[in-house]
Every structure is written in C-alpha cells, then in structure tokens.
DNA sequence: TTTTAATGTTACAAAACTGTAAGATTAAAT
DNA sequence: ATTTAATCTTACAGTTTTGTAACATTAAAA
C-alpha cells in the first residue's frame, strides 16, 4: 500500500512494485487511512510523512496500537540527523528521497523477509510443519484436527519449536518448567513429555519428540 | 559487538559508537563465534559478511535459532542486486561500505529503537506501566510482586493489552475466550473479569480494567 | 426519583491439571 | 548376552480451574 500525495510519485511507485511481482494499492483517502489499512490489511506500507491532512508519525503510532503491519517510511528530508531519527519510531525501515528504485525494491524484499509472518497484534501463531501453533490458547492445529494443550505442555512444547534445530536437554526444560528443579520428582519432567507426545500422536505427529538418550529431546 | 576483520575499521567503527555514548566490543575470535556472541549478549551486532574462517550468512542464520539479538550486516558489495538481498535475510538492517558514519548511527538508533525489548526467542514479555507480562507462563510481575494468571485470565489480560488504546467489547472477548460464544454463559465471562481483577489488585492495580457500561472494557 | 438492564460477587460442584510412586521398557555399556 | 541407568507408562489423589446459579450492586434511562 502506497500512502504518498504526489501522484507522479505514486504511479512511478505503483508500476515499479507491479513489474516486480507485488500488487499495490494507493491510498486516496488520506483522513480514514488508518481504518483502510486495518480494512485493506496490506502486506507492506509505504508511507510518506509529508502528506496532507495527517501526521504520518502519529498515524504510524496509532497503527501500531492495533497491528505491525510492516511500514517503510519515505522522507523528503534528506538530512541525517535526529529528525530522520524519529521517524523510524515503529518503523521497520525508511528510505530518503530521491530514493533509487533498485534500493527501495530491496530494502521491501528484506523487510517482508524478516517480518513475513506474524504481524497482526492478536496473532501469536508459531509454525512447524504443517501445523499451527497458536501459543496464547495452547491450541495446536493439523488441517481440521486440532488439541488443546496444557500449561506445562505449552511450555515445553514452545521451547522445543524454539529451538527446532537442537538437542535439548531435559535439565533445561526442568529449568524453565520449574526453575528450581530440585524441589520436583525427576519424574515429572518425563511425565509431561509423554502427555504431550500422546496429544501430538492425536493429529498424526507419531514421532515429533525424539528422544537422544543421556541427552536430551529433539523435535524431529 | 563488532565483527569485522579489517583493524582500521574496527577501531574506527569502536571509536565512534563510544564518542556517541554507545559501548563498544570488537570480537577477535571469529571461529567461536556463534559461542562469544551468546556470552556476552550485545545489544546490536554490526556484523561484515565477508569475513576470514566464517560466512556471515551462515553464523546470521545459526544466530537466529537461538536469539534475535538486532543484527546489521555490513557489505563491501556495493552492488544492488539479489546478492545483497540475500544478505538481509534474518538481519535487522544491513549498509554498504563505504558507509557515512552519521548513517551508520541513524540506522543503529533506529535498529535499537524498534527491537528494544525481547530479542531472546523465550521471552515472551510484554509491559505495561510498570509491570512485565510474560504470556508463555502467564506470569505478571510489578516490582517484587508477582501473579499468576489462569488460561483464561491471560486471554483476556493479553487481549486488553494489545488494545490498550479502546474499549474492548464484550462480544469481542467472549469471542477470543469461546469462539462460539452462544454456548456460554455471559455471566462466565464477568466471572473470569471479576477473578482477573482480584488477582490485579495483589499487586496494586486496584482500576486497572475500566468497565464502560454497555460498551465493554478498557485498560486504564 | 424510580425503574431497569447491565455488570459484579460469592459459593459450589464438575472437570481439568499435575506431581508422585511403582513397575515396565529401552538403549547403551560391560 | 547381561547389566545398568535412563526413560516411559499408568493409575491415583491432591490441587487448581472453570462454568453455573443465585443474589447484589451499579449506572443509565425513564
């Protein structure tokens, strides 16, 4: 979404984001934009702080009470000083003009590479695999299958997605399960895995955890 | 945290973030590298990808499956191309050698303002006033003071907070709370209002939710 | 001021969660 | 092949969580 008032700007932006594979949209009513981009919900916004009728810093502010879709700023100020500082404010990137189309096309490829999911206030949805993870519920989906897990299982569970890559030891999960991990039955650690696993075996993941025994688990 | 092979740069570079009050630490030890960088927990990383014995990529990729400390890669590559797009992947902010020093801070300040908080991947934090929610273990701390809140208390809790700027109906969280809220008593849901409010008082929160009759709620 | 609908509180029982213990299974080491 | 330590499973009981119902309070409307 482009929210800038020079519509030669505006076009020159348009064509150079559709010759590149992206859809743009510009934004024309400048006075409800935060409701057209809540409504809209792009995936990027390019957005000019020298518009008419709004405040794009207070806009981007406001916005980011609701949702972090990423926000390019685009400046005519050219200086680099504490002014061009504050406009980043929530920001995910912001470019100067005149801005080289190679170098705009690439910082939006790199912001929507590091932002690509995740951006609305309300979702906290992990990925692994097929499913989805939605860590404020506890509840995990595979296609129209789905479980619903327990606080400890949670938080093993999130850990292990956290570090996907890894083993990890059942010391570090007695840590963040119980922090002092003395004062609980060793037990109880396995205990939590196995009910997890048995939830996992629920919507077809079999073999998720793997076991490295001496080691520690591994999501496989 | 400096990772860069060429000492006039280093020094350079280490000079000038102290001149603006920033700490410096330039890592010697490119093969431990991955190991020093978790050590000593830099608040920003200025990392040059073409470095001897590592490739930047590569320790940017292993870094990030295990923290999201704020990245900015630095290339000599001054090209615009798909290369140096690639670079970005997973980094906060990357520049171009020869960089303009006050750029370089610009983009520091920026990078730092937009990830001050949470760059460990486990910490789920969020803050409000002066107290920290951490919404993995559903845990509230205000000073030494701490509360635990249910599934459901945290729902709500983390609904409020990320729409901390408007009311928030009771439609709207008897939604989150039982997707089909027909099943459901409406009375559950003031119920579970009226135990998160109890349980905010204990640590000195007595007004937190505001009740706005016949509209809904609202953090105050 | 009185009425009324919305919201709050409390107590309670059903359901869910969780650590323990006892015995079973497994993989590595001898 | 046997032993051993690590990990698993199951059943159980104490604890916590949760929706309901009955009654209380509040703010807005009449």
């Known amino acids: ?40 919900a792009p ?11 709004i405040n794009g810093e207070a806009l981007l502010q406001n916005l980011r009470k ?8 685009v400046t005519s100020i050219n200086s680099e000083t504490d002014e061009a500082l504050s ?3 929530g920001a995910d990137d912001y470019i100067t003009k005149p801005y080289n189309p190679n170098i ?11 932002t690509k999911t995740n951006y609305n206030t309300n979702t906290n949805e992990l990925t692994y695999k097929k499913l989805k993870f939605d860590s404020q519920k506890g509840i995990i989906k595979r296609d129209d299958m789905e479980i619903e897990l327990t606080k400890n299982e949670m938080i093993i569970f999130s850990y292990l997605l956290n ?9 570090e999960l007695m840590t963040i399960l119980w922090d002092n991990s003395e004062y609980v039955n060793e037990n109880a650690l396995t205990v939590n895995i196995s009910r997890l ?3 996992l075996k629920e919507i077809g993941y079999e073999n998720a955890i793997d076991t490295r025994k001496g080691m520690g688990y591994i999501l496989s």
Do not use: W
């Open 1 to 40: 979404m482009i929210i800038e008032d020079e519509e030669l700007i505006c076009n020159e932006l348009a064509k150079l984001l559709e010759n590149n594979n992206y859809e743009a949209i510009i934004l024309k009513d400048f006075k409800n934009a935060l409701n057209e981009i809540l409504e809209l």
């Open 43 to 53: 995936d990027l916004i390019l957005l000019d702080i020298n518009i008419p009728f």
């Open 66 to 73: 609701e949702s972090n879709i990423p926000v390019i700023m």
């Open 87 to 89: 406009i980043s404010y």
């Open 104 to 114: 705009l096309l690439l910082r939006i490829g790199a912001v929507l590479k590091r």
């Open 163 to 171: 570090h996907q890559n890894r083993i990890v030891t059942r010391d």
């Open 197 to 199: 696993r048995n939830k």
